[in-house]
């Protein structure tokens, strides 16, 4: 009886840990484990009922994504990788002590950018069409909807210089050395109205502090980056802000876009609750 009760207790004990790591829920053949659920949970503060929501989002986008065949080239990564190093300020090699210091391998942050490149691609190919161009009726009802948002000075004259270059290499060197002519790059003094610019242009220099660069840009046709010089703020009301309106605009309806889209693919998927 002594040699049985030790047998016992580690077959309740293997049980319950097959219990804890077991399938939950099936998303079109992809299982979603109880673990998975808990860790979700306990990271992003949420609910059981919105990890799971969201767990099941994340298997319905990838599962699109992987049937639109997006592919992402290594130097895609790796100029997203140059842009993100660029706009913090650090080299490359800092980012990887950094990623490190944080329990993430390099190839483990390469993959992740690889799945946000994806992401993107997806979003512009399938989803963003769906979103129309925003009248100016459009947005100062949005704006009289939401005033809360638009609170600061709005900029209205921005002075800047324009650095371009088909090398992003050179566009990175002639940033850390912006008192150098290098060769192969540009640079062109700009004066701008906030109201003249592309609003997501707008969005990234209004974030730049005087006297720093953006990050750079690819702009399908080359790799470009500005040094903002100032800023001076002058008017008040729709028409000084209108740019920033119409980024905020932009960005809800992304979400509800997307929301949207992935709406139509929980109504036709085969989502089987296991257990919960």
């Known amino acids: 009886m002594k040699n049985i009760i030790p047998i016992l207790l580690f077959s309740l004990i293997n049980l319950h840990a097959q219990i804890i790591d077991a399938i939950a829920i099936d998303v079109n053949g992809e299982p979603i484990t109880t673990l998975e659920i808990q860790a979700v949970q ?4 949420m609910s059981k009922k919105a990890a799971v929501e969201a767990l099941i989002r994340d298997r319905l986008e990838k599962s699109a994504i ?5 592919e992402v080239t290594p130097q895609e990564i ?4 140059k842009q993100i190093a660029s706009a913090r300020r650090l080299s490359i090699d800092e ?24 992401k993107e691609k997806f979003f512009m190919r399938n989803i963003a069409s769906s979103i ?4 100016d009726e459009d947005l100062k009802l949005y704006y009289e909807t939401h005033k809360d948002k638009f609170q600061s000075s709005p900029v209205s ?5 324009e650095y371009s270059s ?7 060197e002639a940033m850390q050395n912006p008192m ?18 592309n609003p997501m242009l707008y969005s990234l220099i209004n974030s730049t502090p005087n006297g720093s660069f953006t990050k750079p840009i690819n702009t399908g046709r080359g790799f470009v980056a500005y040094y903002v010089k100032s800023k001076s703020s002058q008017g008040s009301g729709f028409e000084s802000i209108k740019n920033q309106v119409a980024m905020a605009w932009m960005q809800e309806e992304r979400m509800k876009a997307s929301k949207n889209f992935l709406d139509k693919l929980k109504n036709s998927a085969d989502i089987r609750v296991i257990r919960l």
């Open 42 to 45: 306990a990271k992003l503060h």
């Open 66 to 70: 992987e049937k639109a065949n997006i």
């Open 78 to 81: 790796d100029e997203k990788i």
């Open 95 to 118: 980012m990887k002590k950094a990623l490190a210091k944080n329990g993430l391998t390099w190839e483990a942050y390469k993959k992740q950018l690889a799945t946000e490149i994806k």
């Open 132 to 135: 129309p161009r925003p009248t």
């Open 157 to 161: 004259q921005i002075s800047m210089i």
């Open 166 to 172: 088909n090398s992003s290499q050179k566009l990175l």
């Open 180 to 197: 150098r002519q290098i060769e192969g790059v540009t640079q062109k003094s700009i004066l701008a109205s906030s109201n003249e610019m």
